[in-house]
């Protein structure tokens, strides 16, 4: 059996480096003898994947339409309003690629959430008119987030692996079937432990925040130096700043992070921006809180048994939070806030529940991680049937 991943954004983010890594181990365990090659939008970053034996990277990149096919590209466009053949011209490189391999995971897992989709939903289109067999993995979308194009590509599909509950219901409302649900593959990503920085010592809070959730909510990295000021001043814990996302333009946590521990003097705990997604979770698991806007970051609490407060901005993080503590516990929306007050009433609600958060994630977490782990055999089930 021959897998071939593709959406992959590439591994300077690091919850796409641990779903790309978690997945290869899932489909090894399962299918040992099998070939995969991964699609990145970015294979230059993939050189964090090099460890990973027998992983073929190829770069999906589009190449413009020229010649005849230019003109046939511009009829498309401008007579029937359609960029159908233009994504399809500029992707040959890509299913050409393709064609050696039987089945394709997209793990772009919150895909469906952003934009049109208008290159993914080709991509998916020319694959199954291979004849290959296209599954979701690890997917979340919400309702706001549907069109009728998307509702069309999930339902040509021949599974969606879901990640949390509201999703499903969401997809099973929309009228799309084949729905498996198991939580995300990154659950599973084992940790790496370097060794603590200077200055770290009694109780710390993990801080990651990113120019993504900032673009949404002008004014938040004053908010943040706010926080960490309450923190150091009202509080007996000691802020560490986390990327998670880093070296890419205009995305860079620790690019923003260091601003904001600029603002505050340089006296802070910054994690460097080189470090693995399991050296991240390593350093992670040993806070005592974290809050988080990136969804990796978050799950790598969650599943060291963290208590966690997600800043959330789609159907993900509220779904996650539903599915491992019953209710949507410690979750908001980055847009929501105003002020370093906002945040801070989120840090004391987070250290008030903590107790039973750490208590409910140590209950759930040995079944959330074997039912990740599951997914594995859940697809090899679908392709067997």
Known sequence: MRFLLYDHSGCYNRGCEAIVRTTVAMLRRCFPDCAIGLCSYDAAQDQALCDIPELTVFE?????????????????????????????????????????????????????????????????AQFKAMGKKVFAWGCSVGDTDLTAEKIATLQSMDGIFTRESLTEQVLKNAGVTSLVRRPDPAFTLPKEELPLPEGWGGKTVGL??????????????????????????????TPVLIPHVTNIEENDDHEYLAQINEKCGGRLLLLPGDLSASQYKGYVARTDLFMGARTHAIIGAYSSCVPAFAFGYNIKARGIATDLFGEVKCVKSVMDMTSAQDLIDCFNDLAANAPAMKARLQAVMPQTVAASASAGEALKEMLEA
């Open 60 to 124: 999906t990149r589009l190449h413009k339409p020229a010649g005849i096919k230019k003109l046939i590209n511009a009829f498309y466009i401008k007579a029937l309003h359609t960029e159908r053949y233009y994504f399809k011209a500029a992707l040959a490189d890509t299913v050409r690629f393709a064609r050696d391999y039987d089945v394709c995971l997209l793990i772009g897992g919150d895909t469906f959430c952003y934009g049109d989709n208008a290159l993914v939903r080709s991509l998916t």
């Open 208 to 237: 990651n925040f990113s120019p993504l959730v900032d673009r949404c909510c002008p004014g938040l990295d004053d908010y943040v130096v706010g926080l960490i000021h309450y923190l150091e001043t009202e509080t007996d814990y």
